[in-house]
């Protein structure tokens, strides 16, 4: 098989495996800076909780309107940011700590998500929810994610600044003068607003693993934000394309396939990055050779 | 420069819930330097984020008269920031141009040479491009006061500036603040070494959660003040009743 049959043709060949493609590339220049800026704002398992946190409000969506993507796209977000609300609301009156408060309310979320969805739904539905359906990705979703895309790199581009002092030094930018809860508020959006538009690509699950496992693998390429950002939005890209490219010769899901891609780039991260992997620890430890 | 000054009209405070300083009435002079210093716990730290506003005034109030938030710089504990923070020494000096260029303005290269030119006078030549991850706790605290001196604040704040740093590093960063205070600026910084406190600072505030001594550093800081701030903070209990001045 030659390179070109290996990795061109299935995308020249067939339009589901571009739709498919574009979709994933979209996702990872959106998702994967809002990935970097969760790990460093130390809230790395918030996305996961906010996935499910999601849920229920997809759940709603779909008894009412079927599986119509608009309707369940502003239910998964409604739901989404009534539970970070909550939890911030929680986690601000009581002495109970965000992480925690999140891990609540997803928890009391997902229950009656699946509660929901198990009412109507057949097991078929609930794993497109889950697991998303990548190579049958249609207009609307395509559109959904390029929309969130472009506002999530637009969004960011503004408050980029304010989110970086709010989380490296929250009293700094409270002395100058910047609203580092409407920030915070902001970004939680933003990032509600990916893992929804996602959930159609790769479903509930898997659209995190996009957004936090190249983030993720960039901590140990690169000792700026900007720097991360970049490695990191490549590494999803590029697992989103090798992650196709197996499912489609090996006849494997997709989602996962691209999951597991950024999983091994990650695996390699740790183990060979230049910033802090084994072997660059082991090669900066001379005292210890002889 | 003309500073303005920073009064306490019966202030309390709580940290978490549990009251931290109490009926704290004073002012911090225009152009003054003071020292605050007392037993762990007693309320310093609390007192100079109550000052930012990061820390909610619960009866009383304090006054920083016609200054823009802005015109007060505030240098925390270094153990507040989290050092392994991906950040560039450069971008970390430049947030004190905040004034400046706000939160969307471009930093320019006038911009970037006076955070050059900063970073300079507190002996970090060349260190632009370093991790923050990489510096010694020294050097970290240079590059902190490098941004205050960005900051071109009228009011400077300096929660613990000299705690864990070497007796190098002390000395020029103590230069800085005579420096400050002779501009004219009104300089709080919270010490625990009182042979410094002492020698460098003409006022001092002694703290246990109450006030116990607050003028000239000498008459302030003498062996029976500091034996009673000790027993005070000894002496004071979670579970305590409330007290008596605020409920009468």
Same mark, same amino acid.
């Given at each position: 098989?030659?390179? %070109? ?111 929901? /969805? ?28 390029? $929309? ?9 581009? $503004? ?26 508020? /902001?970004?939680? &959006? ?5 893992? /929804? ?6 479903? &509930? ?42 499912? %489609? ?16 780039? %990650? ?24 | ?121 507190? !002996? ?13 706790? !020294? ?44 501009? !004219? ?64």
């Amino acid at each position: 098989m030659s390179l %070109y049959e290996l990795v061109v043709e299935p995308f020249v060949s067939y339009g589901f495996m571009r739709r498919a493609l574009i979709g994933c590339v979209a996702l990872s220049l959106g998702s994967v800076p809002l990935g970097v800026l969760l790990i460093i704002r130390r809230m790395s398992l918030m996305g996961d909780a906010m996935a499910h946190a999601i849920l229920p409000g997809a759940a709603v969506a779909f008894l009412f309107a079927g599986l119509s993507l608009w309707t369940m796209t502003i239910g998964g977000v409604v739901a989404g940011l009534t539970v970070a609300l909550l939890a911030g609301l929680v986690s601000r009156m009581t002495p109970l700590r965000e992480d925690a408060s999140f891990a609540a309310f997803y928890l009391i979320s997902l229950g009656l998500g699946v509660l929901l /969805v198990s009412t109507r739904g057949s097991n078929v539905d609930i794993m497109h929810v889950l697991f998303g359906t990548v190579l049958a990705l249609d207009d609307g979703s395509i559109l959904l994610i390029a $929309i969130v895309t472009s506002l999530t790199i637009n969004v960011l581009a $503004i408050i980029y600044r304010l989110l970086v002092a709010e989380c490296f030094n929250p009293d700094f930018l409270r002395n100058v003068g910047g609203a580092g809860r409407a920030v915070h508020l /902001v970004f939680l &959006t933003l990032v509600v607003l990916n893992l /929804v538009s996602g959930f159609q690509a790769l479903g &509930t699950l898997m659209v995190v693993g996009i957004m936090m496992l190249p983030a993720a693998a960039a901590r140990f390429w690169s000792e700026t934000i900007p720097g991360q950002f970049i490695v990191g939005v490549v590494i999803g890209i590029g697992s989103s394309l090798a992650g196709l490219l197996v499912s %489609y010769h090996a006849h494997l899901p997709s989602s996962p396939a691209i999951i597991l891609g950024a999983g091994t780039a %990650y695996a390699i991260s740790v183990l060979v990055g230049p910033r802090g992997s084994f072997l660059s620890q082991a090669l900066h430890l001379p005292h210890l050779q002889r | 420069m003309k500073a303005p000054a920073i009064q306490f009209d019966d202030v309390t405070l709580a940290y978490r819930r549990h009251p931290a300083v109490h009926h704290l009435s004073g002012t911090f002079e225009p152009g003054s330097l003071t020292a605050i210093v007392g037993p762990n716990g007693a309320g310093k730290s609390t007192l100079i984020k109550a000052i930012i506003g990061a820390i909610r005034v619960d009866e009383g109030r304090i006054h920083v008269r016609d200054i823009d938030p802005r015109d007060i710089a505030y240098l925390p504990q270094q153990s507040e920031l989290d050092r392994s923070f991906p950040m560039e020494v450069l971008d970390l000096v430049s947030m004190g141009l905040w004034r400046r260029v706000g939160p969307l303005r471009r930093i320019d290269g006038e911009h970037l040479d006076r955070a050059v030119e900063a970073l300079a006078a507190v !002996g970090l030549k060349d260190f632009e491009r370093r991790a923050i991850g990489t510096l010694s706790g !020294g050097q970290m605290q240079r590059v902190l006061f490098a941004r205050m001196l960005l900051q071109d604040a009228r009011i400077l704040l300096l929660d613990e500036p000299f705690t864990a740093i070497d007796s190098r590093t002390t000395a020029d960063l103590l230069e800085l603040v005579q420096r400050w205070h002779g501009e !004219g600026r009104t300089v709080v910084a919270v010490l625990h070494d009182l042979e410094i406190v002492r020698r460098e600072m003409p006022n001092t505030l002694l703290l246990a959660r109450e006030p116990v001594a607050w003028g000239p550093t000498a008459e302030a800081l003498t062996a029976e003040n500091l034996l009673l701030a000790r027993q005070m903070s000894e002496a004071t209990l979670e579970g305590a009743p409330v007290c008596r001045r605020a409920a009468a």
